[in-house]
């Protein structure tokens, strides 16, 4: 055996898991193999000026390399249960909780301390919400922030590069089980290990699928998250962001009593492309120097779309939404909200004449042509019901960035400590799971895992 553990993946999945299992065992052999590059290399071409749009980069370094879809991220883990992911369907809400709070912990150890540890609990805004038929979720974030974000993960880095082998630039092609464990292939070689931990989150759900189809894992799948990032002064959510951050509101359609939700607020924060598997959809960040801020707050609006048998494609349906946007806009679409409503597509004029300043250059368009008309009738309606709580919301010049996608993988079948039920050794963990959705998710299965195998 080259290793003893061979972790595919260096998102947060990944990381925790090497920095559990060395910590518990420093005579353990581990390498962790990454498709993208080293957290120093990272770095997207777009600079707002030469490169405005996506170019497609072999590996996007927004999506991988050291640190993961995180690491560009704004660094918000939500303490929670009620969002980010079911990793307690598969170990109980306290013990779920316990890891995320431990790799909050570990986070503060190494470059987060000092950073604001928000907390929806007994605040005035849920009763606000709910006269207004609104639902605040329940949670603890801790913000990080894109700057401090990143400074965590060098330390994490620093830390594991002489205790833990990586290998960077080097997608795994194939993973194969072997008499006493696994064997993984590489465009360098094959590597073999006893214990194999996948964690390769969101850009690598093709990868996942194919691998669970060559190996006979079985997967499910019927959930893709739809909408739109909303983009406006900073103010109008100033009285909910100052003191919560972020507040996850979910809000059920009149029309169709489908659930909407706000998801990953980013007060003061930049609007970015993403770009899964080629398909360029929109994100967003902010950073916690207060130097780097912009006078916009993002967060996204999401409808949940469920299906039932026998379309099994959700992923596909989101992507060919996706596709359109991207065939009319050439990327990213967007709007003014009082365009919208007036049914007439956003010019260069139109959004250059609003009393905001995009962060993101996206081509003005026509969400109402990309997306089905039920989910931007929920979307409408939630702006109108968001308005109530923060009045200018449903202002004419709201910017929607679209769309916004969020997939979710396929759910991978494991047992209780994210161990194939089929294979021996084999964990398959964080967002490639289909099990987590979230930055303190995604890294509790990773410790959750090392604990298993180190001890
Ligand atoms: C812009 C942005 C902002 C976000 N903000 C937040 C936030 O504030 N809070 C939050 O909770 N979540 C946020 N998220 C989501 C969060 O980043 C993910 O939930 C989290 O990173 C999942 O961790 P993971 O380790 O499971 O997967 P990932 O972070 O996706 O890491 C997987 C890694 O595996 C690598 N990989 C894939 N396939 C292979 C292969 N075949 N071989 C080798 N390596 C491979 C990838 O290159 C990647 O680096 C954000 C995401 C983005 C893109």
Redesign the pocket.
């Known amino acids: 055996m080259n290793y003893d553990v061979i972790i595919?993946?260096?998102?947060?999945?990944?990381?925790f898991s090497a920095y559990e299992l060395v910590k518990l065992n420093r005579n353990l052999k581990v390498a962790v193999?990454?498709?993208?590059h080293a957290l120093e290399k990272r770095r997207c071409p777009i600079d707002g000026e030469k490169i405005k749009t996506c170019i497609g980069c072999k590996?996007c370094s927004?999506?991988?390399?050291?640190?993961?879809?995180?690491?560009?991220?704004?660094?918000?883990?939500?303490i929670t249960n009620d969002f980010?992911g079911t990793l307690f369907e598969y170990i109980g809400k306290k013990k779920a909780l316990e890891l995320m709070r431990y790799v909050d912990e570990i986070n503060m150890s190494y470059g987060g301390e000092g950073t604001k540890l928000y907390s929806t609990a007994g605040t005035k805004f849920k009763k606000l919400c709910i006269q207004n038929d609104l639902h605040l979720l329940d949670a603890s974030v801790r913000h990080l922030g894109t700057d401090i974000n990143y400074i965590v993960l060098e330390n994490l880095y620093n830390y594991l590069k002489d205790k833990v082998e990586f290998f960077f630039d080097?997608?795994?092609?194939t993973v194969l089980a072997s008499e006493n464990g696994y064997t993984i292939k590489?465009a360098e070689g094959e590597y073999s290990c006893e214990k194999c931990i996948i964690?390769?989150?969101?850009?690598?759900s093709k990868?996942?699928e194919k691998v669970c189809g060559e190996m006979g894992i079985q997967t499910r799948s019927n959930r893709v998250d739809i909408g739109v990032r909303v983009e406006l002064p900073a103010e109008v959510f100033s009285h909910l962001t100052d003191e919560l951050y972020?507040s996850k509101i979910v809000y059920r359609t009149e029309k169709y009593g489908d659930l909407v939700r706000t998801f990953?607020m980013?007060p003061k924060g930049a609007v970015?492309n993403?770009n899964t598997n080629g398909i360029i959809t929109v994100?967003?960040?902010s950073y916690e120097d207060p130097a780097k801020q912009t006078e916009n707050t993002n967060f996204a609006l999401l409808v949940a779309k469920h299906f039932s048998e026998p379309f099994k494609d959700s992923n596909g349906y989101g992507e060919s939404i996706a596709r359109l946007s991207n065939m009319l806009g050439g990327g990213v679409i967007v709007q003014r909200f009082g365009d919208l409503i007036r049914g007439r597509r956003s010019t260069e004029d139109r959004i250059e004449g609003a009393f905001i300043t995009p962060t993101l250059n996206a081509t003005p368009g026509d969400l109402s042509l990309v997306l089905p008309k039920r989910i931007l009738d929920g979307i409408v309606e939630m702006i109108y019901a968001l308005d109530k709580v923060a009045p200018g919301t449903a202002n004419d010049d709201t910017l929607l960035y679209g769309v916004e996608v969020k997939f979710y993988n396929m759910e991978v079948e494991v047992g209780e400590n994210l161990m194939s039920k089929k294979y021996d050794g084999l964990y398959i963990?964080?967002?490639?799971?289909g099990i987590?959705?979230?930055?303190?998710?995604?890294?509790a299965?990773?410790v959750l895992v090392a604990r298993e195998i180190a001890g």
């Open positions: 595919i993946g260096a998102g947060p999945g990944g990381i193999f990454e498709a993208g590996t927004i999506m991988s390399g050291f640190g993961g879809a995180g690491a560009f991220s704004d660094g918000k883990y939500n980010g080097t997608p795994v092609e590489t964690s390769v989150g969101r850009s690598g990868w996942m972020e990953c980013n970015v993403e994100n967003g960040h963990i964080g967002d490639g799971s987590t959705h979230s930055l303190s998710h995604a890294s299965s990773g």
